[in-house]
Nanobody, 124 residues
Framework: QVQLVESGGGLVQAGGSLRLSCAAS????????MGWFRQAPGKEREFVAA????????YYADSVKGRFTVSRDNAKNTVYLQMNSLKPEDTAVYYC????WGRGEVAATQYAYWGQGTQVTVSS
C-alpha cells in the first residue's frame, strides 16, 4: 500500500510556471507507475501525464504536451509535474495516482491509490 501527498499548487498568472510534487510513503515506490490527473469544477477527472515505474516511459495528454513534464526520483519517493506556459484552462485540482507495476496508465479507473489533491489556479 502507498500513501500520496501532493504539494506545490497555487495561484499563477497565465504564462507562468509551477512544479507539483507528489510524495509517497512506503519502501516500494519504485514498483509503482505514477500518474497526474486534474479535475475542474463540474468536470470529470482527466488524464494529464504518467510515468512508468522505471521512469523510462512518459505519456501526456495532448492539451499539455510540450508544456508539462513528468519525472520521478525513486530515491526520494517523489514524482514531479513541471508545468510551464500555464493557461487559464489549466485551472483545476491536480491529483497524483499510483498503479503497482504499471506502465503509465491513462485511465483514472486503473489507479488504486490517490492523493488529496492540490489546487492550481491560473489567472488571465
Amino acid at each position: 500500500q502507498v500513501q500520496l501527498v501532493e504539494s506545490g499548487g497555487g495561484l499563477v498568472q497565465a504564462g507562468g510556471s509551477l512544479r507539483l510534487s507528489c510524495a509517497a510513503s512506503g519502501r516500494t515506490f519504485s514498483s509503482y507507475s505514477m500518474g497526474w490527473f486534474r479535475q475542474a469544477p463540474g468536470k470529470e477527472r482527466e488524464f494529464v501525464a504518467a510515468i512508468s515505474w522505471s521512469g523510462d516511459r512518459t505519456y501526456y495528454a495532448d492539451s499539455v504536451k510540450g508544456r508539462f513534464t513528468v519525472s520521478r526520483d525513486n530515491a526520494k519517493n517523489t514524482v514531479y509535474l513541471q508545468m510551464n506556459s500555464l493557461k487559464p484552462e489549466d485551472t483545476a485540482v491536480y491529483y497524483c495516482g499510483a498503479v503497482l507495476w504499471g506502465r503509465g496508465e491513462v485511465a483514472a479507473t486503473q489507479y488504486a491509490y490517490w492523493g488529496q489533491g492540490t489546487q492550481v489556479t491560473v489567472s488571465s
